[in-house]
């Protein structure tokens, strides 16, 4: 028993140091347990409620395994870990209800077994209770009740007061906005569930979206500043468990590693009031969605006022109604793509979000950028948390594959295809384990949709390099997937895979050298008709307009996020196409003018892949002369 003594002992005193160290004036307490382990006049130590919790399992659990007893134990102990302070606001909060407490600090122990979990529920009710008895116990607890009392009357009384005219329209509007939000923003594209067809493939988000994991690998810590002293590594947490420990938070990650998608889930809970017990505090927000890549005009970034217009939201909001949500830290601002905003607008980005933290140091903030983009301690000293997104794990990886194959067959038509299907998903969750250039690819959201949509269109045959397998991707959606179902000249015209890839490479291009990521429908339609000229062949098919149409419903690589204007479904196939066009118009001092600006940088690598031997040993040299 020595080994689950010195547990036990452990287990105790992380429960007593969560109570205040102060209780030195005998008072009555709560009466919550039959034999208070609090000794008279000063609080407990930790060897009282070690023997007590020692003799519960003792005498309850005897014919549990001692290894099965101590991992119960330590787990006990993990979730007070975890649980941080728990003062007197925190306990206030659970009505003093030690079940309201456990169903709070309760964890996920599956690796436990069921008597283990069993005794691992019942300790933490035990423990519960004695610390909400301790807390009772505090000379201060009387004056600190009266004061809770006195505050929830008058909030009741608050709350039964009819509101007048304008406080009703507020409320309404609030719910016709969350409706809205949450209707946009319920369902997910997944790539590659339907190719080159014209209806899009989506499925439900709360259904297909996958929690991945995070690690802050540098806490800011201001009172090290200066000093050259890393703040502590930590170990990866669900992006869930990294939100609910801070209100201001940069996300990182590469491209495809789902930031935008999480945006979209974080607007989507909030607008439902969804969010589980680790964001329940979020429930209160308001969501905002403020996607950079539409503000990268001279008029500048818009304020509170113009919120809802510039995301797209066809409603007028009451006077004054966004900065009062902002005001009284009800707002969520959710600000997507940092890398999305040329290099030279950037510090007006910065300076804006710094203008909006200060008038409105209250609300919530998410902000999503790649990597590359902005420094490591970007906004730390503006109290922002920084995230960096990791690679998927094989759990993740398998969910995955299981949630894409799920919205195929509901896809599909009853029967068909189903059996395929089965034979699809297992062949694939078999060959990302088992082979090691597949495992490496599929390490994101993205990825992990590539491979799914080339193992069914490829019959599980898949390739094996990045390069590859972008080439094969684009094969799939530009020609194979409209030719074998026999899908030809639907908007009067019908190009070749050359033909599409060509005007795709060249917007693309253009796209990239002029630092954007969507471009005005006209803007487009005036450039192809430029570029037509050089293909008579296509000219001679229709005009402009309807080769746009053609590009944009047919090639599965364009989407138009909102009316009159187009981009590329992920920006990756945008910087794949632009570099093939780089390549191709022997731009290697272009590229290497620009090895250094973040948004050129998957530009620069994949010119590498694109280009012949004698190409690349031309394009290292001209980096070596310039020092790049």
């Not at 003594?5 to 919550?32: D, H």
């Not at 093939?580 to 892949?609: I, T």
Request: glycine share 6%.
């Amino acid at each position: 028993m020595h080994g689950l003594e010195a547990v036990v002992v452990r287990l105790a005193s992380t429960v007593v140091q969560t109570v205040a160290k102060s209780m030195l004036t005998p008072k009555p307490g709560a009466g919550l347990v039959t034999d208070p382990v609090r000794p008279l006049p000063k609080p407990a130590g930790p060897e009282k409620l070690a023997r007590v919790l020692e003799q519960r399992i003792v005498s309850g659990y005897a014919s549990v395994p001692e290894h099965e007893r101590l991992a119960a134990v330590a787990a006990v102990q993990d979730t007070f870990a975890a649980a941080g302070p728990l003062d007197a606001e925190r306990l206030f909060a659970t009505d003093l209800d030690p079940e309201r407490l456990v169903n709070e600090l309760r964890r996920p122990v599956a690796d436990l077994a069921d008597r283990a979990r069993d005794l691992y529920e019942e300790l933490l009710r035990l423990c519960c209770a004695h610390l909400v008895e301790q807390l009772t116990a505090h000379p201060t607890f009387p004056a600190r009740a009266a004061v809770e009392h006195t505050r929830r009357t008058g909030a009741l009384i608050r709350a039964q007061v009819v509101p007048g005219p304008a406080e009703s329209a507020a409320l309404g509007f609030e719910q016709q906005y969350a409706d809205f939000v949450a209707s946009t923003h319920c369902r997910l594209e997944l790539f590659g569930v339907t190719l080159g067809g014209r209806r899009r493939a989506e499925w439900p988000l709360d259904t297909a979206y996958i929690s991945l994991a995070v690690n802050n690998e540098r806490a800011y810590e201001p009172h090290r500043e200066g000093l050259g002293v890393p703040g502590a590594t930590r170990t990866p947490v669900k992006v869930e468990q990294a939100l609910a420990g801070c209100d201001r938070l940069v996300l990182r990650g590469p491209a495809g590693s789902g930031k935008s998608t999480l945006v979209q889930w974080l607007a989507l809970n909030a607008a439902r009031q969804s969010f589980g017990p680790e964001l329940a505090d979020w429930n209160r927000c308001v969501p905002f969605v403020l996607r950079l890549r539409s503000f990268n005009t001279p008029e500048g970034l818009p304020m509170p006022e113009d919120f809802l217009t510039v995301s797209g939201v066809p409603l007028r909001a009451p006077r004054g109604w966004v900065e009062e949500l902002l005001a009284r830290g009800r707002a969520l601002v959710l600000v997507d793509g940092v890398d999305e905003v040329p290099p030279r607008l950037r510090n007006r980005t910065e300076q804006w979000l710094k203008s909006l933290i200060t008038a409105f140091p209250q609300t919530r903030y998410v902000v999503t950028t790649r990597p590359s983009a902005v420094p490591e301690d970007w906004l730390a000293a503006q109290g922002f948390t920084v995230h960096t997104l990791q690679p998927m794990e094989r759990d993740d990886v398998r969910g995955f594959i299981r949630h894409w194959h799920d919205a195929v067959r509901q896809e599909c038509p009853p029967d068909a295809e189903l059996e395929s299907l089965d034979r699809y998903e297992a062949s694939l969750n078999q060959a990302v384990t088992t082979r090691r250039d597949l495992g490496r690819l599929a390490t994101n959201p993205l990825m992990c949709a590539l491979l799914c949509a080339l193992n069914r269109d490829r019959r599980m045959q898949l390739p094996r390099a990045r390069k590859e397998l972008y080439d094969a991707a684009l094969d799939m959606l530009l020609v194979r997937r409209d030719t074998e179902r026999e899908i030809t000249s639907v908007e009067g015209v019908s190009l070749s895979r050359d033909e599409l890839t060509a005007l795709l490479q060249r917007l693309a291009y253009w796209l990239i050298r002029n630092g954007q990521a969507e471009a005005a429908q006209d803007e487009v339609v005036a450039m192809l008709d430029e570029w037509l000229a050089a293909m008579p062949q296509v000219r001679e098919q229709g005009d402009a307009g309807q080769v746009f149409s053609h590009l944009l419903i047919r090639s599965g690589l364009l989407r138009e996020p909102v009316p009159g204007y187009v981009d590329f479904v992920h920006r990756t196939f945008q910087d794949y196409l632009g570099a093939k066009a780089a390549v191709e118009a022997r731009d290697f001092g272009v590229l290497v003018r620009n090895a250094h600006d973040d948004q050129w940088d998957d530009v620069v690598r994949m010119a590498v892949g694109h280009a012949r031997v004698e190409e690349r040993t031309r394009f290292r040299r001209g980096a070596w002369r310039t020092g790049r």
